[in-house]
């Protein structure tokens, strides 16, 4: 059974960091591109930053130079840091993971939130 589960959202306030953490089982963890997206209230969900199975990462132009993206292969996690963080990046944050080898093949976390907030 594949199972993606985030944790380290919360309350923060504006200029403000976080950490979101996803832990993956059920997969071969090194074989997937990964990936954090987000939702917020009344808007589609979108990519924040992802991170192949090469190691190769890219960034939505809102969070590049705030955010950072990293994996960690022996533990299969996939992190993000959040620094410098805006009212405007409160939103439901998921992670996704991708198989490098049959790209239909995806999965998704149940999303941890991320409120940004004075």
């Known amino acids: 059974q594949v199972q993606l589960v985030e944790s380290g959202g919360g309350l923060v306030q504006p200029g403000g960091s976080l950490r979101l953490s996803c832990a993956a089982s059920?997969?071969?963890?090194?074989?997937?591109?990964m990936g954090w997206y987000r939702q917020a209230s009344g808007r589609q969900r979108e990519l924040v930053a992802r991170i192949t199975s090469g190691g190769s990462t890219n960034y939505a132009d809102s969070v590049k130079g705030r955010f950072t993206i990293s994996r960690d292969n022996a533990q299969n996690t996939v992190s993000l840091q959040m620094n410098s963080l805006k009212i405007e990046d409160t939103a439901v944050y998921y992670c996704?993971?991708?198989?490098?080898?049959?790209?239909?093949?995806?999965?998704w976390g149940k999303g941890t939130l991320v409120t940004v907030s004075s």
């Open positions: 996704k993971g991708r198989s490098s080898t049959y790209s239909a093949l995806a999965y």
């Open positions: 059920g997969i071969i963890f090194s074989s997937y591109s």
